[in-house]
Protein backbone atom coordinates (compact mmCIF):
# COMPACT_ATOMS: atom_id res chain seq x y z
CA UNK A 1 0.00 0.00 0.00
CA UNK A 2 2.62 2.18 0.79
CA UNK A 3 4.30 1.96 -2.64
CA UNK A 4 0.91 3.07 -3.91
CA UNK A 5 0.75 6.04 -2.16
CA UNK A 6 4.09 6.90 -2.87
CA UNK A 7 4.13 7.21 -6.77
CA UNK A 8 0.53 7.80 -6.59
CA UNK A 9 1.34 11.05 -8.55
CA UNK A 10 3.12 10.15 -10.89
CA UNK A 11 0.69 6.96 -11.74
CA UNK A 12 -1.78 9.76 -11.73
CA UNK A 13 0.13 11.86 -14.14
CA UNK A 14 0.63 8.91 -16.28
CA UNK A 15 -3.27 7.63 -16.46
CA UNK A 16 -3.74 11.08 -17.29
CA UNK A 17 -1.72 10.68 -20.55
CA UNK A 18 -4.40 8.02 -21.12
CA UNK A 19 -7.56 10.30 -21.08
CA UNK A 20 -5.74 12.39 -22.96
CA UNK A 21 -4.93 10.19 -25.61
CA UNK A 22 -8.89 8.57 -25.61
CA UNK A 23 -10.40 11.82 -25.64
CA UNK A 24 -8.51 12.55 -29.01
CA UNK A 25 -9.13 8.78 -30.20
CA UNK A 26 -12.71 9.22 -29.33
CA UNK A 27 -13.21 12.21 -31.36
CA UNK A 28 -10.66 11.15 -34.18
CA UNK A 29 -11.64 8.31 -34.81
CA UNK A 30 -15.50 9.13 -34.68
CA UNK A 31 -14.75 11.20 -37.44
CA UNK A 32 -12.83 9.03 -39.59
CA UNK A 33 -15.14 6.09 -39.14
CA UNK A 34 -17.99 8.10 -40.31
CA UNK A 35 -16.05 9.19 -43.45
CA UNK A 36 -15.16 5.14 -43.74
CA UNK A 37 -18.38 4.08 -43.60
CA UNK A 38 -19.65 6.71 -46.49
CA UNK A 39 -17.01 5.88 -48.70
CA UNK A 40 -17.69 2.28 -47.81
CA UNK A 41 -21.86 2.53 -48.61
CA UNK A 42 -21.04 5.25 -51.80
CA UNK A 43 -22.54 4.93 -55.25
CA UNK A 44 -18.45 5.31 -56.23
CA UNK A 45 -17.19 1.88 -56.59
CA UNK A 46 -13.55 3.32 -56.62
CA UNK A 47 -14.53 4.68 -52.94
CA UNK A 48 -16.20 1.67 -52.01
CA UNK A 49 -12.97 -0.76 -52.75
CA UNK A 50 -10.63 1.70 -51.23
CA UNK A 51 -12.83 1.69 -47.99
CA UNK A 52 -12.80 -2.17 -47.61
CA UNK A 53 -9.61 -2.56 -48.23
CA UNK A 54 -8.59 -0.11 -45.93
CA UNK A 55 -10.64 -1.43 -42.62
CA UNK A 56 -9.84 -5.06 -43.45
CA UNK A 57 -6.06 -4.52 -43.45
CA UNK A 58 -6.59 -2.40 -40.22
CA UNK A 59 -8.36 -4.52 -38.61
CA UNK A 60 -6.66 -7.85 -39.29
CA UNK A 61 -3.39 -5.76 -37.98
CA UNK A 62 -2.13 -5.97 -34.47
CA UNK A 63 -2.46 -2.42 -32.64
CA UNK A 64 0.88 -3.09 -31.12
CA UNK A 65 2.44 -3.44 -35.35
CA UNK A 66 0.25 -0.15 -36.35
CA UNK A 67 1.76 1.96 -33.13
CA UNK A 68 5.30 0.69 -33.33
CA UNK A 69 4.96 1.31 -37.10
CA UNK A 70 3.95 4.52 -36.69
CA UNK A 71 6.64 5.49 -34.45
CA UNK A 72 9.78 3.26 -36.04
CA UNK A 73 8.44 3.66 -39.69
CA UNK A 74 6.48 6.85 -40.18
CA UNK A 75 8.29 9.16 -37.38
CA UNK A 76 11.82 7.95 -37.80
CA UNK A 77 12.41 6.56 -41.22
CA UNK A 78 9.81 8.47 -43.36
CA UNK A 79 10.60 11.73 -41.27
CA UNK A 80 6.80 12.24 -40.62
CA UNK A 81 6.60 15.01 -37.39
CA UNK A 82 4.29 16.16 -35.36
CA UNK A 83 5.92 18.42 -33.16
CA UNK A 84 9.65 18.81 -32.41
CA UNK A 85 9.67 17.92 -28.82
CA UNK A 86 10.00 13.98 -28.64
CA UNK A 87 6.99 13.70 -26.15
CA UNK A 88 4.26 15.50 -27.87
CA UNK A 89 5.43 14.03 -31.10
CA UNK A 90 5.31 10.35 -29.76
CA UNK A 91 1.94 11.52 -28.45
CA UNK A 92 0.36 12.14 -31.79
CA UNK A 93 1.92 9.76 -33.34
CA UNK A 94 -0.15 7.40 -30.91
CA UNK A 95 -3.19 9.25 -31.00
CA UNK A 96 -3.13 9.46 -35.19
CA UNK A 97 -2.50 5.33 -34.84
CA UNK A 98 -4.91 4.58 -31.99
CA UNK A 99 -7.77 6.63 -34.65
CA UNK A 100 -6.87 4.80 -37.25
CA UNK A 101 -7.13 1.75 -35.93
CA UNK A 102 -10.51 2.82 -33.86
CA UNK A 103 -11.83 3.89 -36.93
CA UNK A 104 -11.86 0.31 -38.87
CA UNK A 105 -13.84 -0.37 -35.49
CA UNK A 106 -16.14 2.57 -35.65
CA UNK A 107 -16.84 2.06 -39.91
CA UNK A 108 -17.71 -1.94 -38.82
CA UNK A 109 -20.04 -0.48 -36.42
CA UNK A 110 -22.10 1.72 -37.63
CA UNK A 111 -22.35 -0.35 -41.16
CA UNK A 112 -24.39 -2.96 -39.04
CA UNK A 113 -26.09 0.24 -37.73
CA UNK A 114 -26.91 0.98 -41.35
CA UNK A 115 -28.18 -2.66 -41.76
CA UNK A 116 -30.79 -2.18 -39.18
CA UNK A 117 -32.40 0.74 -40.58
CA UNK A 118 -35.40 -0.25 -42.50
CA UNK A 119 -35.04 -0.70 -46.69
CA UNK A 120 -38.34 1.80 -46.31
CA UNK A 121 -36.47 4.40 -45.00
CA UNK A 122 -34.10 4.48 -48.02
CA UNK A 123 -37.49 4.10 -50.36
CA UNK A 124 -39.24 6.88 -49.35
CA UNK A 125 -35.81 9.08 -49.34
CA UNK A 126 -35.36 8.48 -52.36
CA UNK A 127 -38.74 8.82 -53.76
CA UNK A 128 -38.78 12.60 -52.23
CA UNK A 129 -35.77 12.86 -54.31
CA UNK A 130 -33.09 13.00 -51.93
CA UNK A 131 -29.82 12.47 -53.93
CA UNK A 132 -27.59 9.50 -52.36
CA UNK A 133 -25.66 12.18 -49.69
CA UNK A 134 -28.98 13.70 -48.82
CA UNK A 135 -30.14 10.46 -47.86
CA UNK A 136 -27.32 9.28 -46.39
CA UNK A 137 -26.86 12.11 -43.69
CA UNK A 138 -30.39 13.45 -43.60
CA UNK A 139 -31.94 9.84 -43.01
CA UNK A 140 -29.74 6.95 -42.96
CA UNK A 141 -27.25 7.92 -40.52
CA UNK A 142 -28.72 9.49 -37.85
CA UNK A 143 -31.21 6.23 -37.69
CA UNK A 144 -28.14 4.22 -38.23
CA UNK A 145 -25.97 6.23 -35.09
CA UNK A 146 -28.72 5.71 -32.88
CA UNK A 147 -28.94 2.17 -33.19
CA UNK A 148 -25.13 1.98 -32.41
CA UNK A 149 -24.78 3.72 -29.56
CA UNK A 150 -23.99 0.69 -27.38
CA UNK A 151 -21.84 -1.29 -29.59
CA UNK A 152 -20.09 2.29 -30.22
CA UNK A 153 -19.65 2.62 -26.76
CA UNK A 154 -18.41 -0.90 -26.18
CA UNK A 155 -15.97 0.09 -29.27
CA UNK A 156 -14.91 3.76 -27.59
CA UNK A 157 -14.32 0.83 -24.18
CA UNK A 158 -11.82 -1.17 -26.08
CA UNK A 159 -9.94 1.85 -27.50
CA UNK A 160 -9.60 3.62 -24.24
CA UNK A 161 -8.26 0.08 -22.98
CA UNK A 162 -5.95 0.33 -25.80
CA UNK A 163 -4.18 3.43 -25.11
CA UNK A 164 -1.99 1.64 -22.73
CA UNK A 165 -0.16 0.26 -25.43
CA UNK A 166 1.07 3.58 -26.44
CA UNK A 167 4.25 1.97 -25.04
CA UNK A 168 5.11 0.29 -28.63
CA UNK A 169 4.73 3.24 -30.10
CA UNK A 170 7.53 4.53 -27.83
CA UNK A 171 5.34 7.00 -25.75
CA UNK A 172 6.73 6.46 -22.45
CA UNK A 173 4.61 8.69 -20.40
CA UNK A 174 1.55 6.51 -20.02
CA UNK A 175 -0.18 4.91 -17.20
CA UNK A 176 1.53 1.27 -18.74
CA UNK A 177 4.94 2.83 -19.38
CA UNK A 178 4.82 4.06 -15.80
CA UNK A 179 3.73 0.76 -13.81
CA UNK A 180 6.18 -0.51 -15.63
CA UNK A 181 8.94 1.77 -14.19
CA UNK A 182 7.78 1.41 -10.97
CA UNK A 183 7.98 -2.38 -11.35
CA UNK A 184 11.21 -1.78 -12.16
CA UNK A 185 12.16 -0.34 -9.06
CA UNK A 186 9.76 -1.66 -6.36
CA UNK A 187 8.87 -5.20 -8.01
CA UNK A 188 5.24 -6.11 -9.23
CA UNK A 189 3.28 -4.22 -6.49
CA UNK A 190 -0.54 -5.20 -6.09
CA UNK A 191 -2.03 -2.02 -4.75
CA UNK A 192 -0.15 -0.29 -8.25
CA UNK A 193 -1.60 -2.49 -10.39
CA UNK A 194 -5.11 -2.64 -8.54
CA UNK A 195 -4.83 1.10 -8.59
CA UNK A 196 -4.25 1.57 -12.15
CA UNK A 197 -6.70 -1.27 -12.88
CA UNK A 198 -9.58 0.72 -10.66
CA UNK A 199 -8.70 4.19 -12.29
CA UNK A 200 -9.50 2.46 -15.92
CA UNK A 201 -12.92 1.03 -14.57
CA UNK A 202 -13.77 4.41 -13.57
CA UNK A 203 -13.76 5.47 -16.23
CA UNK A 204 -14.51 2.67 -18.45
CA UNK A 205 -17.38 1.09 -16.37
CA UNK A 206 -19.40 5.36 -16.90
CA UNK A 207 -18.70 4.74 -20.28
CA UNK A 208 -20.41 1.62 -20.13
CA UNK A 209 -23.57 3.16 -18.09
CA UNK A 210 -23.65 6.38 -19.81
CA UNK A 211 -23.77 4.83 -23.12
CA UNK A 212 -25.98 1.96 -22.29
CA UNK A 213 -28.80 4.28 -21.00
CA UNK A 214 -28.02 6.98 -24.08
CA UNK A 215 -28.65 4.01 -26.61
CA UNK A 216 -31.98 3.07 -24.34
CA UNK A 217 -33.18 6.86 -24.83
CA UNK A 218 -32.02 7.36 -28.76
CA UNK A 219 -33.54 4.08 -29.66
CA UNK A 220 -35.47 4.29 -32.52
CA UNK A 221 -39.18 2.98 -32.13
CA UNK A 222 -40.52 0.61 -34.43
CA UNK B 1 -30.65 -2.99 -45.21
CA UNK B 2 -29.06 -3.86 -48.54
CA UNK B 3 -26.78 -0.60 -48.97
CA UNK B 4 -27.35 -0.74 -52.79
CA UNK B 5 -30.76 0.90 -52.29
CA UNK B 6 -29.43 4.01 -50.45
CA UNK B 7 -29.29 4.97 -54.71
CA UNK B 8 -31.49 4.74 -57.47
CA UNK B 9 -30.38 3.28 -60.75
CA UNK B 10 -29.41 6.71 -62.01
CA UNK B 11 -30.60 8.61 -64.57
CA UNK B 12 -29.27 11.18 -66.54
CA UNK B 13 -28.12 13.87 -64.00
CA UNK B 14 -27.39 11.37 -61.27
CA UNK B 15 -25.37 9.17 -64.27
CA UNK B 16 -23.13 12.37 -64.28
CA UNK B 17 -22.88 13.06 -60.59
CA UNK B 18 -21.41 9.66 -60.04
CA UNK B 19 -19.26 10.15 -62.95
CA UNK B 20 -17.83 13.41 -61.36
CA UNK B 21 -17.86 11.31 -57.57
CA UNK B 22 -15.67 8.25 -59.49
CA UNK B 23 -13.93 10.76 -61.04
CA UNK B 24 -12.66 12.48 -57.82
CA UNK B 25 -12.19 9.49 -55.57
CA UNK B 26 -10.41 8.24 -58.22
CA UNK B 27 -8.02 11.12 -57.44
CA UNK B 28 -8.42 11.02 -54.15
CA UNK B 29 -6.88 7.33 -54.02
CA UNK B 30 -4.35 7.81 -56.32
CA UNK B 31 -3.05 11.29 -54.62
CA UNK B 32 -2.62 9.14 -51.43
CA UNK B 33 -0.62 6.20 -53.37
CA UNK B 34 1.20 8.64 -54.97
CA UNK B 35 1.86 10.54 -51.49
CA UNK B 36 2.86 6.87 -50.16
CA UNK B 37 5.43 6.28 -53.20
CA UNK B 38 6.71 9.94 -53.34
CA UNK B 39 7.28 9.90 -49.57
CA UNK B 40 8.98 6.14 -49.60
CA UNK B 41 11.27 7.31 -52.58
CA UNK B 42 12.33 10.31 -50.93
CA UNK B 43 13.89 8.18 -48.53
CA UNK B 44 15.04 6.01 -50.53
CA UNK B 45 12.84 3.02 -49.52
CA UNK B 46 12.16 1.47 -53.04
CA UNK B 47 16.07 0.81 -52.65
CA UNK B 48 16.50 -2.69 -54.02
CA UNK B 49 19.33 -2.91 -51.22
CA UNK B 50 16.75 -3.31 -48.39
CA UNK B 51 14.18 -5.77 -50.50
CA UNK B 52 16.34 -7.91 -51.37
CA UNK B 53 16.94 -9.66 -47.42
CA UNK B 54 12.99 -10.95 -47.93
CA UNK B 55 14.18 -12.54 -51.51
CA UNK B 56 16.62 -14.97 -49.37
CA UNK B 57 15.57 -18.37 -48.08
CA UNK B 58 17.90 -17.59 -44.63
CA UNK B 59 15.83 -14.59 -43.75
CA UNK B 60 12.68 -16.22 -44.05
CA UNK B 61 13.94 -19.64 -42.15
CA UNK B 62 16.41 -17.53 -39.58
CA UNK B 63 14.14 -14.41 -38.60
CA UNK B 64 10.42 -14.69 -39.69
CA UNK B 65 9.48 -18.22 -39.38
CA UNK B 66 11.14 -18.16 -36.36
CA UNK B 67 9.07 -15.32 -34.38
CA UNK B 68 5.97 -17.40 -36.59
CA UNK B 69 6.68 -20.31 -34.63
CA UNK B 70 6.62 -18.41 -31.28
CA UNK B 71 3.75 -16.42 -32.02
CA UNK B 72 1.87 -19.36 -33.59
CA UNK B 73 2.71 -21.46 -30.72
CA UNK B 74 1.70 -18.66 -28.08
CA UNK B 75 -1.42 -18.35 -29.79
CA UNK B 76 -2.28 -22.03 -30.06
CA UNK B 77 -1.43 -22.73 -26.24
CA UNK B 78 -3.13 -19.68 -25.06
CA UNK B 79 -6.43 -20.66 -26.99
CA UNK B 80 -6.40 -24.03 -25.67
CA UNK B 81 -6.31 -22.90 -22.08
CA UNK B 82 -8.64 -20.24 -22.43
CA UNK B 83 -11.00 -22.62 -23.99
CA UNK B 84 -10.66 -24.46 -21.05
CA UNK B 85 -10.67 -21.03 -18.65
CA UNK B 86 -14.03 -19.78 -20.48
CA UNK B 87 -15.79 -23.20 -20.52
CA UNK B 88 -15.52 -23.31 -16.91
CA UNK B 89 -16.05 -20.17 -15.91
CA UNK B 90 -19.29 -19.61 -18.41
CA UNK B 91 -20.80 -22.81 -16.82
CA UNK B 92 -19.66 -21.94 -13.36
CA UNK B 93 -21.80 -18.33 -14.10
CA UNK B 94 -24.39 -20.74 -15.41
CA UNK B 95 -24.97 -22.70 -12.21
CA UNK B 96 -27.75 -22.58 -9.45
CA UNK B 97 -25.33 -22.02 -6.19
CA UNK B 98 -24.53 -18.38 -5.29
CA UNK B 99 -21.06 -19.35 -3.90
CA UNK B 100 -20.42 -20.65 -7.45
CA UNK B 101 -21.99 -18.25 -9.67
CA UNK B 102 -20.87 -14.60 -7.81
CA UNK B 103 -16.93 -15.70 -7.46
CA UNK B 104 -17.15 -16.78 -11.38
CA UNK B 105 -18.98 -13.67 -12.22
CA UNK B 106 -15.80 -11.35 -10.36
CA UNK B 107 -13.68 -13.43 -12.39
CA UNK B 108 -15.27 -12.89 -15.02
CA UNK B 109 -16.24 -9.58 -15.00
CA UNK B 110 -12.94 -8.31 -13.42
CA UNK B 111 -10.63 -9.91 -15.63
CA UNK B 112 -12.63 -8.20 -18.79
CA UNK B 113 -12.29 -5.25 -17.40
CA UNK B 114 -8.58 -4.57 -17.14
CA UNK B 115 -6.11 -3.83 -19.75
CA UNK B 116 -4.45 -6.77 -21.51
CA UNK B 117 -1.35 -5.34 -21.71
CA UNK B 118 -1.42 -4.35 -17.75
CA UNK B 119 -2.07 -7.73 -17.10
CA UNK B 120 0.78 -9.18 -18.66
CA UNK B 121 2.95 -6.63 -17.35
CA UNK B 122 1.82 -7.74 -13.72
CA UNK B 123 2.08 -11.50 -14.75
CA UNK B 124 5.88 -10.40 -16.00
CA UNK B 125 6.92 -8.79 -13.15
CA UNK B 126 5.19 -10.84 -10.42
CA UNK B 127 6.16 -14.49 -11.88
CA UNK B 128 9.91 -13.92 -10.74
CA UNK B 129 9.08 -13.10 -7.08
CA UNK B 130 7.36 -16.08 -7.15
CA UNK B 131 8.97 -18.46 -8.96
CA UNK B 132 12.37 -17.06 -8.58
CA UNK B 133 14.47 -16.16 -11.64
CA UNK B 134 13.71 -16.96 -15.33
CA UNK B 135 12.40 -15.82 -18.50
CA UNK B 136 9.10 -15.50 -17.79
CA UNK B 137 8.02 -13.54 -21.38
CA UNK B 138 6.51 -16.55 -22.16
CA UNK B 139 4.16 -17.06 -19.55
CA UNK B 140 3.25 -14.01 -19.06
CA UNK B 141 1.81 -13.29 -22.37
CA UNK B 142 -0.30 -16.64 -22.63
CA UNK B 143 -1.52 -16.50 -19.10
CA UNK B 144 -2.57 -12.67 -19.66
CA UNK B 145 -4.42 -13.79 -23.08
CA UNK B 146 -5.79 -17.12 -21.25
CA UNK B 147 -7.00 -14.72 -18.64
CA UNK B 148 -8.23 -12.34 -20.71
CA UNK B 149 -10.11 -14.06 -23.41
CA UNK B 150 -11.01 -16.75 -21.45
CA UNK B 151 -13.33 -14.46 -19.46
CA UNK B 152 -14.67 -13.07 -23.17
CA UNK B 153 -15.69 -16.35 -24.36
CA UNK B 154 -17.00 -17.52 -20.66
CA UNK B 155 -19.47 -14.82 -21.71
CA UNK B 156 -19.67 -16.44 -24.98
CA UNK B 157 -20.46 -19.50 -23.76
CA UNK B 158 -23.26 -18.68 -21.34
CA UNK B 159 -24.95 -16.95 -23.97
CA UNK B 160 -24.61 -19.77 -26.42
CA UNK B 161 -25.92 -22.06 -23.43
CA UNK B 162 -28.85 -19.34 -23.05
CA UNK B 163 -29.86 -18.74 -26.35
CA UNK B 164 -31.09 -22.85 -26.68
CA UNK B 165 -34.60 -21.92 -26.29
CA UNK B 166 -36.18 -22.77 -22.83
CA UNK B 167 -38.76 -25.96 -24.39
CA UNK B 168 -35.31 -27.68 -25.12
CA UNK B 169 -34.40 -28.16 -21.48
CA UNK B 170 -38.14 -28.13 -20.32
CA UNK B 171 -38.64 -31.24 -22.20
CA UNK B 172 -35.35 -32.80 -20.80
CA UNK B 173 -36.04 -32.03 -17.71
CA UNK B 174 -39.92 -33.70 -18.03
CA UNK B 175 -38.03 -36.67 -19.57
CA UNK B 176 -36.43 -37.28 -16.25
CA UNK B 177 -32.96 -36.07 -16.70
CA UNK B 178 -30.69 -34.67 -13.85
CA UNK B 179 -29.43 -31.05 -14.87
CA UNK B 180 -26.08 -32.49 -15.56
CA UNK B 181 -27.34 -34.38 -18.40
CA UNK B 182 -29.54 -31.65 -19.57
CA UNK B 183 -26.47 -29.73 -19.92
CA UNK B 184 -24.27 -32.62 -20.97
CA UNK B 185 -26.75 -34.04 -23.23
CA UNK B 186 -29.08 -31.14 -24.51
CA UNK B 187 -28.15 -28.13 -23.95
CA UNK B 188 -23.97 -27.78 -24.85
CA UNK B 189 -24.19 -29.95 -28.29
CA UNK B 190 -26.76 -27.26 -29.02
CA UNK B 191 -24.96 -24.27 -27.58
CA UNK B 192 -21.73 -25.26 -29.24
CA UNK B 193 -23.00 -24.78 -32.97
CA UNK B 194 -23.96 -21.29 -31.84
CA UNK B 195 -21.02 -20.51 -29.84
CA UNK B 196 -18.31 -21.73 -32.94
CA UNK B 197 -18.89 -18.59 -34.90
CA UNK B 198 -17.94 -16.35 -32.30
CA UNK B 199 -15.46 -18.62 -30.22
CA UNK B 200 -13.59 -18.39 -33.47
CA UNK B 201 -13.71 -14.67 -34.14
CA UNK B 202 -12.36 -14.23 -30.17
CA UNK B 203 -9.15 -16.70 -31.62
CA UNK B 204 -8.72 -14.07 -34.40
CA UNK B 205 -8.37 -11.00 -31.69
CA UNK B 206 -6.30 -13.70 -29.61
CA UNK B 207 -3.84 -14.63 -32.26
CA UNK B 208 -3.54 -10.30 -32.96
CA UNK B 209 -2.98 -10.30 -29.49
CA UNK B 210 0.13 -12.32 -29.24
CA UNK B 211 2.10 -9.08 -30.90
CA UNK B 212 1.84 -7.59 -27.11
CA UNK B 213 4.87 -9.86 -26.42
CA UNK B 214 6.90 -7.20 -28.50
CA UNK B 215 6.45 -4.93 -25.49
CA UNK B 216 7.97 -7.62 -23.19
CA UNK B 217 10.48 -9.24 -25.50
CA UNK B 218 8.66 -12.67 -26.21
CA UNK B 219 10.15 -13.78 -29.03
CA UNK B 220 6.98 -13.57 -31.81
CA UNK B 221 7.01 -12.41 -35.21
CA UNK B 222 6.60 -8.85 -34.33
CA UNK B 223 9.80 -9.30 -32.64
CA UNK B 224 11.85 -10.90 -34.94
CA UNK B 225 10.55 -9.78 -37.65
CA UNK B 226 10.28 -5.97 -36.29
CA UNK B 227 13.05 -5.50 -33.99
CA UNK B 228 15.69 -8.24 -35.05
CA UNK B 229 15.37 -8.05 -38.95
CA UNK B 230 15.69 -4.68 -39.16
CA UNK B 231 18.62 -4.43 -36.81
CA UNK B 232 20.83 -6.77 -39.32
CA UNK B 233 19.62 -5.73 -42.16
CA UNK B 234 20.03 -2.00 -41.49
CA UNK B 235 17.43 -0.46 -43.59
CA UNK B 236 14.69 -2.77 -43.90
CA UNK B 237 12.24 -1.79 -41.32
CA UNK B 238 9.56 -0.54 -43.65
CA UNK B 239 9.81 -3.94 -46.21
CA UNK B 240 10.03 -5.51 -42.74
CA UNK B 241 6.48 -3.98 -40.98
CA UNK B 242 5.05 -4.88 -44.36
CA UNK B 243 5.95 -8.56 -45.47
CA UNK B 244 4.84 -8.94 -40.91
CA UNK B 245 1.56 -6.67 -41.87
CA UNK B 246 0.92 -9.09 -44.68
CA UNK B 247 1.71 -12.52 -42.71
CA UNK B 248 -0.56 -11.24 -39.90
CA UNK B 249 -3.49 -10.16 -42.22
CA UNK B 250 -3.08 -13.27 -44.32
CA UNK B 251 -3.80 -15.48 -40.84
CA UNK B 252 -6.65 -13.57 -39.42
CA UNK B 253 -8.22 -13.00 -42.98
CA UNK B 254 -8.21 -16.82 -43.30
CA UNK B 255 -9.13 -17.44 -38.97
CA UNK B 256 -12.21 -15.02 -39.98
CA UNK B 257 -13.35 -16.36 -43.26
CA UNK B 258 -13.76 -19.98 -41.14
CA UNK B 259 -15.89 -18.00 -38.40
CA UNK B 260 -17.70 -16.52 -41.16
CA UNK B 261 -18.48 -19.70 -43.00
CA UNK B 262 -19.25 -21.50 -39.46
CA UNK B 263 -21.65 -18.55 -38.68
CA UNK B 264 -23.56 -19.31 -41.91
CA UNK B 265 -23.47 -23.10 -41.23
CA UNK B 266 -24.95 -22.82 -37.61
CA UNK B 267 -27.68 -20.50 -39.11
CA UNK B 268 -28.94 -22.89 -40.94
CA UNK B 269 -27.86 -26.16 -38.73
CA UNK B 270 -31.31 -27.71 -37.81
CA UNK B 271 -28.92 -29.70 -35.36
CA UNK B 272 -29.59 -26.66 -33.00
CA UNK B 273 -32.88 -24.81 -32.09
CA UNK B 274 -30.28 -21.38 -30.91
CA UNK B 275 -29.49 -18.71 -32.96
CA UNK B 276 -25.42 -18.11 -33.39
CA UNK B 277 -23.85 -16.35 -30.70
CA UNK B 278 -22.84 -12.66 -31.92
CA UNK B 279 -19.37 -12.48 -31.80
CA UNK B 280 -17.99 -10.00 -28.41
CA UNK B 281 -17.59 -6.69 -29.81
CA UNK B 282 -19.75 -7.54 -33.24
CA UNK B 283 -22.03 -4.84 -33.39
CA UNK B 284 -24.87 -6.36 -35.35
CA UNK B 285 -28.10 -5.67 -34.31
CA UNK B 286 -31.52 -6.48 -35.71
CA UNK B 287 -31.64 -10.24 -37.60
CA UNK B 288 -33.25 -13.32 -35.65
CA UNK B 289 -32.62 -12.23 -31.91
CA UNK B 290 -28.84 -11.80 -31.61
CA UNK B 291 -27.18 -12.80 -28.31
CA UNK B 292 -24.78 -10.39 -27.27
CA UNK B 293 -22.98 -11.33 -24.65
CA UNK B 294 -22.29 -8.83 -21.96
CA UNK B 295 -23.40 -4.87 -22.27
CA UNK B 296 -19.63 -4.05 -22.91
CA UNK B 297 -17.79 -6.88 -23.30
CA UNK B 298 -15.69 -6.11 -26.26
CA UNK B 299 -12.15 -7.35 -26.71
CA UNK B 300 -8.88 -5.35 -27.00
CA UNK B 301 -9.35 -5.57 -31.15
Not at chain 1, 123 to 132: C, D, Q, V
Request: charged content about 10%; proline content about 5%; some cysteine.
Amino acid sequence: MDELIQYAPDLARGFLENVKLSLVGVVCSLILGTVLVAMRVSPTPVLRAAGTIYVNVVRNTPLTLVLAFSALGLSDTLGLAFSSVPRTNSFWLVAMGLSCYTAAFVCEALRAGINTVPLGQAEAARAIGLTFFQSLTLIILPQAFRAVVAPLGSVMIAMIKNTTVATAGGFLADAAAVMKETFDTTGASIPIFLGIVVAFMAVTLPVGFFTGWLARRLAVAR
Amino acid sequence: MNTSVLFDVPGPRARIRNGILTVIGVILVAAVLYGIYAGFDAKNQWDGRIWEPFLRAETWKVYILEGLKGTLVAAAVAAVLAMVFGAVFGLARLSDHKWIRIPAGVVVEGFRAIPLLLLIFFIFYLAPTIFGGGDYAFIAVVSGLMLYNGSVLAEVVRAGVLAVPKGQSEAAYSIGMRKNQVMRLVLLPQGVTAMMPAIVSQLVVLLKDTALGYIIAYVDLLNTGFKILPAVFFGSLIPAAIVIGIIYISLNVALSTLANWLEKRSRRSRKTAAPPVVPPGAAVLGGPTPVVPGAEGVSTM
